[in-house]
């Protein structure tokens, strides 16, 4: 039995990343077409009202709080504490910085073209500006964890924190009535579509050390050390 190369092993990587980005991304498109053709989905407003129901509780009170999480006063140390922690996340810092700003550039174009209103006022809210970011944070850092030599129980307790920090920040967008529940969803693919879109191209891409330039001719002849 031949053992599996690093090589193969990225492939394989690249290949699960990049049908997992064009399946995020597909049914993102799909459900902006349908939001922008038919306004509210059915069930938006049921389970919006049901959620409602919590407010002037203590659990509305803890989502003004859980609410920071999708905002950059919160984000923006989180990536930072990432690369700190991380050789891998440092190799390409560039990316997984650009990833953020790149899906919320994303998601005001598609509040401009969407543009269906939140459930109060008359600002766009398709998709969620708050769970599209803290999505793509939380994807990204699960591709590095995938990537770093830690162990599996520690992988999975990170893993399973950020997942619980984009479901809290999900609930606060509703339950202080800034989203539609479709408005959230729609936040998190677009989130989640964009950070496996940075894993697939990391994966596809992998460090390796820089060629040797060949030597010109006109190059000048070094004499001694």
């Not at 005001?108 to 969620?128: D, I, N, Y």
Request: proline letters at 7%; hydrophobic letters at 55%.
């Amino acid at each position: 039995m031949n053992p599996i190369s690093v090589a193969d092993m990225d492939a394989t990587t690249a290949a699960r990343w990049r049908v997992l980005c064009l399946l995020l991304l597909g049914t993102f498109l799909g459900l902006s077409a349908v939001i922008y053709g038919v306004g509210l989905l059915p069930g938006d407003m049921a389970l919006h009202e049901e959620v409602l129901e919590g407010r002037g509780t203590p659990v509305h009170a803890v989502a003004r709080w859980l609410d920071y999480g999708g905002k950059w006063v919160v984000l923006a140390p989180a990536v930072a504490l990432l690369l700190v922690a991380s050789p891998i996340a440092r190799r390409r810092w560039w990316l997984w910085c650009g990833l953020i700003p790149l899906a919320g550039g994303l998601e005001q174009f598609f509040k401009f073209l969407v543009a269906r209103p939140r459930p109060r006022g008359v600002h766009w809210g398709f998709p969620s500006g708050h769970v599209t970011a803290v999505t793509a944070f939380a994807v990204i850092l699960i591709y590095i964890l995938s990537r770093e030599r830690v162990s599996p129980a520690r992988r999975a307790w990170l893993a399973g924190l950020v997942t619980i920090l984009v479901v809290s920040v999900a609930f606060a967008r509703l339950i202080l009535n800034a989203h539609w529940p479709s408005d959230v969803l729609g936040g998190a693919l677009l989130g989640a579509g964009c950070a496996a879109a940075g894993a697939w191209w990391d994966a596809a891409h992998p460090p390796g050390p820089r060629p040797l330039r060949a030597r010109s001719v006109d190059d000048p002849v070094r004499i001694g050390g």
